[in-house]
């Protein structure tokens, strides 16, 4: 009879516990997309400028950017004409590359890192990117050591400039 009260007290508590776990992950789920980007306004009245202030920092902070991607110009090739301008500001760090990619080099897909320079409908202009910090929580060990941790420090310092406060 004692045995039948506690299981009787414990369905209770079991579905609470698991119907509160697919809620956390509903919303998890739901709020992941807007967590991994990140959206800055430039301080910039231009896309031109921005990434030129932008690859600036880039190299000045002891990284390379590669190429800035025209993506109007590459749309425009296929027939696509886009109203807004969008342009790819490609950024990458070979020692940090290198670190990550000989322990993981299944990520070599997210690199190099880029940072989006766009014209909003308001008509400022902005800056988006991955949340490198929680990237890298997410992957963990040694990912979460370079992602999270040095890149995430650089990229900050190289946006400072750039971004409004």
């Not at 509903?26 to 709020?31: E, N, R, S, V």
Request: proline share 3%.
């Amino acid at each position: 009879m004692q045995k039948q009260g506690k299981i009787n007290r414990l369905i209770p508590f079991i579905f609470g516990l698991i119907a509160g776990m697919a809620l956390a992950g509903i919303a998890g789920w739901l709020l992941m997309p807007g967590m991994m980007l990140t959206v800055h306004q430039s301080r910039y009245d231009s896309v031109e400028e921005t990434c030129k202030h932008l690859t600036d920092a880039i190299e000045a902070n002891g990284w390379k950017s590669p190429a800035v991607r025209n993506m109007n110009k590459a749309m425009a090739k296929s027939g696509v004409q886009m109203d807004n301008q969008v342009r790819i500001v490609e950024l990458c760090n070979a020692k940090y590359a290198k670190d990550v990619l000989t322990t993981n080099p299944e990520v070599s897909t997210l690199m190099p890192c880029a940072w989006g320079v766009y014209k909003g409908k308001d008509g400022k202009v902005y800056i988006s990117g991955m949340n490198m910090g929680l990237m890298g929580k997410m992957f963990g060990g040694n990912i979460a050591r370079v992602m999270g941790g040095s890149v995430s420090v650089d990229e900050e310092k190289m946006l400072g400039g750039v971004i409004r406060e």
